[in-house]
């Protein structure tokens, strides 16, 4: 699938089915999965209990401190080798940050290993074309925090997205 036709499915999702997450800065992680399991039971028309013993803020706080280290380190070389290279800093950021971008949703389905799973699968599919996907949507979920009306619309519409890529491309795959 495509960054378009993510952004659209998940767009016209939302429209149908408009929902809101409590925001807490303390369990932001476990919120934002909770959210997910219910958005992937939607969409699969299931209803299973969500699994509070997962931690979900060790697997986040991981799953982002690598992906900002690794973005931060790259800027500070590339910075040193040429100012000009300083955008690549963010390619870096991307290409570590989806090696773990289906891991909430494998963690919420209670897939065996979902670290190694969710590398697995973003091999499979393909680090780069992963990447040119997740850039836009990304890009978009950011410049959504700017709109006063609705800062966390575009924020939902690209976790959606996510998710329904994780449902057509991955679920059946691993289960």
Same mark, same amino acid.
């Given at each position: 699938m495509n960054y378009q036709q993510l952004w659209q499915q998940s767009s016209s999702r939302l429209q149908e089915h408009p929902? /809101? *997450? +409590?925001? @807490? @800065?303390?369990?932001l992680f476990t919120n934002g999965a909770r959210w997910m399991h219910a958005q !992937? &039971? &939607?969409? *699969?028309?299931?209803? $299973? +209990?969500? &699994?509070?013993? %997962?931690?979900?803020?060790?697997?986040?706080? %991981?799953?982002? *401190? /690598? *992906? !900002? $280290?690794?973005?931060? !380190? +790259?800027?500070l070389l590339l910075v040193w080798l040429h100012p000009l290279l300083l955008p690549l800093a963010i390619l870096v950021f991307y290409f570590c940050e989806v090696q773990l971008l289906f891991l909430f949703p494998l963690l919420i389905d209670k897939v065996p290993n979902p670290v190694y799973t969710s590398i697995r699968q973003t091999a499979a599919i393909g680090t780069w074309k992963i990447i040119k996907v997740i850039i836009p949507i990304g890009i978009r979920m950011l410049l959504g925090l700017l709109n006063v009306k609705a800062p966390l619309r575009n924020w939902y519409t690209g976790c959606l997205a996510i998710l329904i890529w994780y449902k057509y491309e991955v679920r059946n795959r691993v289960q």
């Open positions: 929902t /809101v *997450s +409590s925001f @807490n @800065n303390w369990q !992937l &039971d &939607d969409m *699969s028309g299931a209803q $299973t +209990s969500f &699994d509070e013993g %997962i931690n979900f803020a060790f697997y986040g706080w %991981i799953k982002y *401190s /690598v *992906s !900002l $280290t690794a973005g931060f !380190l +790259s800027a």
